[in-house]
């Protein structure tokens, strides 16, 4: 597993930093692509597979809007994001009216749906904000360090040191110092990579960065370890040898971005 997860990461790093150094319509067309992927995989686990007829429509309709989400705010169309949502909404709503007949929980499937799109496409899409904002490519290199030290510093701090749980009801390998761990390795690579990418950041603002960063990261990975334990799955895929699916991989980095935008924006 362990070697699994390194081999996937080394073979991934240059890709990724190739097409986010890229910029444009490349680092737009990368977030689209993952976007849909992920979100496919949020919509396997919330869904019944063999759903037909207007009920598999729902989960389609999703993933067609997902691009046109991320490739809005690309174009700086930041308005049609509401309207794409609520647009959605209306025709998830209508698809359901014929599944009511015999599924008195037919109603949910809107609520699945739509949070799908914002939890994905629509939190993703900050990533484009970051990236076409000034010194966007190494924003975008800062935060993934972040978020990927906090996800290394967790795994291994509550490996080897773990002894508290954290929150077994949702995820019981997950330890209260190995959260800690993980939020020292968020502060710490932050402060490392911050004197190579953005030097003319400020120490404090940074350390608060990275400290939001990576509690927003961990609460992501809970909540999508909630919905997996809900299906009654381990991992979201098996596309990332060692990690499992997109959607494995990038839970914490779903609910950092949002706010990674917001405090760059705000504190620097």
């Not at 647009?87 to 014929?98: Q, R, S, Y």
């Not at 990579?193 to 939001?212: D, G, N, R, Y």
Request: charged content about 10%; overall charge positive; hydrophobic content about 55%.
């Amino acid at each position: 597993m362990h070697l699994k997860r390194w081999i996937t990461g080394i073979v991934a790093l240059p890709i990724i930093y190739l097409l986010v150094s890229a910029g444009g319509m490349v680092f737009t067309l990368l977030i689209a692509a993952v976007s849909v992927i992920t979100l496919w995989e949020y919509y396997r686990a919330v869904f019944k597979s063999n759903a037909d007829g207007p009920a598999r429509l729902i989960p389609v309709l999703g993933l067609c809007l997902s691009p046109v989400i991320i490739g809005s705010v690309s174009r700086g169309a930041l308005i049609h994001i509401p309207l794409i949502l609520a647009v959605d909404l209306i025709l998830v709503a209508g698809l359901t009216l014929p599944l009511f007949k015999d599924d008195t929980q037919a109603p949910h499937r809107v609520g699945k749906q739509v949070l799908g799109l914002v939890y994905i496409p629509v939190f993703l899409s900050f990533l484009v904000l970051i990236r076409f904002g000034e010194s966007g490519a190494q924003w975008i290199f800062w935060l993934l360090c972040i978020v990927a030290a906090g996800d290394t510093g967790a795994f291994y701090s509550g490996t080897y040191l773990g002894r508290h749980k954290l929150c077994p009801w949702v995820s019981p390998k997950k330890t209260i110092e190995g959260s800690l761990g993980g939020l020292a390795a968020n502060i710490l690579v932050a402060l490392l990579f911050k004197m190579i990418l953005l030097p003319s950041l400020a120490t404090l603002p940074c350390i608060v960065f990275a400290a939001v960063i990576g509690i927003a990261g961990q609460v992501g990975d809970l909540f999508a370890s909630e919905f997996k334990r809900s299906a009654g799955i381990k991992d979201s895929g098996t596309l990332l040898p060692g990690h499992g699916g997109f959607l494995d991989r990038l839970d914490a980095l779903l609910f950092a971005s949002p706010l990674a935008y917001l405090l760059k924006i705000s504190i620097f």
